[in-house]
C-alpha cells in the first residue's frame, strides 16, 4: 500500500513541476494543449463504463441493473450543470432505491 | 513614507487574501469532496493513515478517487500509480500556464508551489486575472488544500459509521463522480465523441486484459487520436 502511495505522489508531483519550474514563457504547442484537455475526456469514462456496464468481468447491459439507471440520472444531472455532489447524491439514492424494490 | 519593500508586503498580502475570499465559494464543495472521499476510501478498506497521507502527498482528489476502487480490486500497484499519472497529467497544462506568473520566486519554493496545483485554485487565480497573479493562486490554494484534506480526516472518521456500503448505493459513489466530472468538461461535440469512444474501448478492453489496464490503455489511446485528427482549439490565454 505504502509503495503505491508513494508512487502516486511522485508520478502526481510529476505533472505539477516540471513546467512550473522550466518558468517558460513559451506556451505549449496547441496540439499537445488539446490532448492534455481531452486526456480526462477519455479517462474517466474508461474509468466509469466498465464500473457499471462489466462490473464482474461481464457485460451487465440488463434494465434490472441499478447502475445502468444511476448512471443515466448522474450523467443528465452533471450535463445540466446541477452541483456535483448534489448530482452524485441523487445518483446513489437512485442506486439505492432500485436495489431496495 | 513607506518604503517600497513594505508597500510589496502589503500588497502581497492582500492578493493571498484576495485569493482566500475568492475561493470560499468552493469551499464547503471541495469540504464535503473530501469527507466524501475520506469515506469512501475507509469503506474501500483503507486505513485512516493511509488515506490522509495520500490525500496530503498525492493532493489531487480526481485520482485519488480513481485509485481507490483499483486498490480495492486487487490491481496491482503499477497498474494504479501509471493510471494516476495519466488522470493528473492536465496539471501540465497549468504549471505552464502559471508558470510566467512564479518567475520571481526562488526555486525552492517553485518546488513546493508546485504541489498545491489543483483544479480550483487554478479556475479561481485565471478567473480573476490574466496571467494569474502569484499571490492569489496562492491564497487559493492555501483555501482550497485546508478544506480537502480537513474534508478527508472528518470523512475518515465518519466513513467507518456505515455498515454494508452497497445498501446505500455507495459502491456507486465512485462511477458517479466520473461520470458528474466528464459530463462538466464536455465542451464541443467532439468531445462526446471522445468520451463515447474511451467508454466503448475500455468495456471491450477490461472484458479481455486483467488488471485495470483498459483505463489508461482506452484513455491515452482514444485522446491520442483524438488530439491528432481534431483541430486545435484557439489559444484561450
Given at each position: 500500500m505504502?509503495?503505491?502511495?508513494?508512487?502516486?505522489?511522485?508520478?502526481?508531483?510529476?505533472?505539477?513541476?516540471?513546467?512550473?519550474?522550466?518558468l517558460s514563457?513559451?506556451?505549449?504547442?496547441p496540439?499537445?494543449?488539446?490532448?492534455?484537455?481531452?486526456?480526462p475526456?477519455?479517462?474517466?469514462p474508461?474509468?466509469?463504463?466498465p464500473?457499471?456496464?462489466?462490473?464482474?468481468?461481464r457485460?451487465?447491459?440488463?434494465?434490472?441493473?441499478?447502475?445502468l439507471?444511476?448512471?443515466?440520472?448522474?450523467?443528465?444531472?452533471?450535463?445540466?450543470r446541477?452541483?456535483?455532489l448534489?448530482?452524485?447524491?441523487i445518483?446513489?439514492?437512485?442506486?439505492?432505491?432500485?436495489?431496495?424494490? | 513614507?513607506?518604503?517600497p519593500?513594505?508597500?510589496?508586503?502589503?500588497?502581497?498580502?492582500?492578493?493571498?487574501?484576495?485569493?482566500?475570499?475568492?475561493s470560499?465559494a468552493?469551499?464547503p464543495?471541495?469540504f464535503?469532496?473530501?469527507?466524501?472521499?475520506g469515506?469512501l476510501?475507509?469503506?474501500?478498506?483503507?486505513?485512516p493513515?493511509?488515506?490522509?497521507a495520500?490525500?496530503?502527498?498525492v493532493?489531487?482528489?480526481?485520482?485519488?478517487?480513481?485509485?481507490?476502487?483499483m486498490?480495492?480490486a486487487?490491481?496491482?500497484?503499477?497498474?494504479?500509480?501509471?493510471?494516476?499519472?495519466?488522470?493528473?497529467?492536465?496539471?501540465?497544462?497549468?504549471?505552464?500556464?502559471?508558470?510566467?506568473?512564479?518567475?520571481?520566486f526562488?526555486?525552492?519554493?517553485?518546488?513546493?508551489?508546485?504541489?498545491v496545483?489543483?483544479?480550483?485554485?487554478?479556475?479561481?487565480?485565471?478567473?480573476?486575472?490574466?496571467p494569474?497573479?502569484?499571490?492569489?493562486?496562492?491564497?487559493?490554494?492555501?483555501?482550497?488544500?485546508?478544506?480537502f484534506?480537513?474534508?478527508?480526516?472528518v470523512?475518515?472518521?465518519?466513513?467507518g459509521?456505515v455498515?454494508?456500503?452497497?445498501?446505500y448505493?455507495?459502491?456507486?459513489?465512485?462511477?458517479?463522480?466520473?461520470?458528474?466530472?466528464v459530463?462538466?468538461?464536455?465542451?464541443?461535440?467532439?468531445?462526446?465523441?471522445?468520451?463515447?469512444a474511451?467508454?466503448v474501448l475500455?468495456?471491450?478492453?477490461s472484458?479481455?486484459i486483467?488488471?485495470?489496464?483498459?483505463?489508461?490503455?482506452?484513455?491515452?489511446?482514444?485522446?491520442?487520436?483524438?488530439?491528432?485528427?481534431?483541430?486545435?482549439?484557439?489559444?484561450?490565454?
Open positions: 505504502w509503495v503505491t502511495i508513494a508512487g502516486m505522489a511522485v508520478g502526481t508531483y510529476l505533472t505539477r513541476a516540471p513546467l512550473l519550474l522550466a514563457r513559451r506556451p505549449l504547442p496540439r499537445v494543449r488539446l490532448w492534455l484537455r481531452l486526456i475526456l477519455a479517462v474517466l474508461a474509468l466509469a463504463a464500473l457499471i456496464l462489466a462490473p464482474d468481468g457485460l451487465a447491459l440488463s434494465p434490472g441493473h441499478p447502475p439507471w444511476g448512471a443515466i440520472v448522474v450523467f443528465l444531472l452533471a450535463a445540466a446541477v452541483n456535483l448534489v448530482a452524485v447524491a445518483g446513489v439514492a437512485v442506486v439505492a432505491g432500485l436495489r431496495a424494490l | 513614507m513607506t518604503a519593500g513594505a508597500r510589496q508586503e502589503d500588497s502581497r498580502a492582500r492578493l493571498f487574501r484576495d485569493g482566500v475570499a475568492g470560499l468552493l469551499v464543495s471541495v464535503v469532496y473530501g469527507s466524501v472521499f469515506g476510501a475507509v469503506q474501500a478498506g483503507l486505513r493513515l493511509e488515506i490522509w495520500m490525500s496530503v502527498l493532493f489531487a482528489g480526481a485520482s485519488q478517487f480513481v485509485a481507490v476502487p486498490i480495492a486487487g490491481a496491482p500497484p503499477l497498474a494504479v500509480i501509471v493510471t494516476t499519472y495519466v488522470v493528473n497529467m492536465r496539471h501540465y497544462l497549468m504549471a505552464a500556464t502559471l508558470a510566467p506568473s512564479f518567475r520571481a526562488p526555486r525552492p519554493w517553485l518546488a513546493l508551489v508546485a504541489h496545483i489543483n483544479d480550483e485554485s487554478f479556475a479561481v487565480a485565471v478567473a480573476r486575472d490574466r494569474p497573479l502569484a499571490f492569489v493562486y496562492l491564497g487559493s490554494a492555501a483555501a482550497i488544500s485546508t478544506a484534506v480537513g474534508g478527508v480526516v470523512g475518515t472518521e465518519l466513513g459509521l455498515e454494508r456500503p452497497e445498501r448505493g455507495l459502491d456507486f459513489a465512485f462511477p458517479a463522480v466520473f461520470l458528474s466530472l459530463a462538466v468538461q464536455l465542451r464541443r461535440r467532439a468531445d462526446w465523441l471522445v468520451a463515447a474511451a467508454a475500455a468495456v471491450a478492453i472484458l479481455w486483467p488488471g485495470n489496464w483498459h483505463i489508461v490503455i482506452a484513455g491515452v489511446v482514444v485522446s491520442g487520436i483524438a488530439a491528432l485528427v481534431l483541430d486545435p482549439e484557439p489559444d484561450p490565454a
